[in-house]
């Protein structure tokens, strides 16, 4: 119990947004950035190296490798706040009776979550969670994808849920992403997931990437695409400039929570 609540912690949510601004920091460095201990930021550092956040090195921390990502229910909590403001924007650009495909995500969960008012909406999706969330609602007509159930979370994936959602083609389609580059490259860690993270975006005639501001320069080692194709980014902060010259560029819509 006390590590699911160190997991959520601000000073952890800050030492890994720390890291990713400066690549390195040193034990020191943070102590006295938190003014706590250097043994209190030695745990702090131990536990998000173990959850795959952070890489723990002699005398500090680094970025996490591109290859392993956070654990579910790790990324369940971490700015869980930032996700829920970012799922009711996003609720609130959905229109009732819209067709969407959701993946999976625990951003486009709490999507979902926030739909569940919505009416007679259709929705295909590859993520076990999402379809247990609006089939609550009545109204909504809900179509889960065949493949193989990743037992951590719950997500679909294989050649299956590639097929079955090539033969939709829907109003809108919703993604989570692991990663994006500061040169708007798409990046996720599983590749099976990306397979079917490709086909939603290939069937939707609109693409909706749902993504906290801590996504924006973080490493992951699938390439799903780019930026340029997507159509609206609903985040929780702006992002930096190379992101924004991108969305200036290919005119993508932007919505941030301004409150």
């Known amino acids: 119990m006390n590590m699911k609540r160190k997991a959520i912690s601000n000073r952890h949510e800050k030492i890994v947004s720390l890291i990713r601004t400066n690549g390195f920091m040193t034990?020191?460095?943070m102590a006295r950035f938190f003014n706590v201990t250097p043994q209190t930021i030695r745990r702090d550092i131990n536990f998000l190296d173990q959850e795959g956040y952070v890489s723990r090195y002699h005398g500090g921390a680094g970025l996490s490798l591109s290859t392993e990502n956070v654990a579910y229910r790790t990324r369940k909590e971490l700015l869980r706040d930032?996700?829920?403001k970012i799922a009711d924007i996003t609720a609130s650009l959905i229109p009732d009776r819209s067709s969407l495909f959701i993946n999976i995500g625990t951003t486009t969960e709490l999507v979902a979550n926030a739909l569940v008012n919505h009416n007679r909406l259709r929705v295909i999706t590859n993520n076990l969670n999402v379809a247990?969330?609006?089939a609550q609602n009545d109204s909504c007509e809900?179509?889960?994808?065949?493949?193989i159930v990743r037992n951590r979370d719950n997500?679909?994936?294989g050649e299956s849920a590639i097929k079955f959602i090539r033969q939709f083609k829907v109003d809108i389609g919703i993604i989570g992403i692991s990663g994006i580059d500061m040169d708007g490259t798409l990046l996720d860690f599983d590749f099976r997931e990306v397979h079917v993270a490709r086909a939603i975006m290939n069937n939707s005639r609109k693409v909706f990437l749902v993504t906290d501001h801590s996504k924006f320069g973080r490493n992951a080692m699938?390439?799903?695409g780019s930026l340029e194709e997507i159509d609206t980014i609903i985040t929780d902060k702006k992002p930096p400039p190379s992101i924004m010259e991108i969305i200036s560029n290919h005119d993508i819509n932007l919505a941030i929570d301004n409150k």
């Open 27 to 29: 034990v020191d460095e």
């Open 82 to 84: 930032e996700k829920n």
């Open 132 to 134: 247990a969330i609006m």
């Open 142 to 147: 809900v179509i889960v994808a065949g493949g």
């Open 155 to 157: 997500g679909i994936t």
């Open 222 to 224: 699938v390439k799903l």
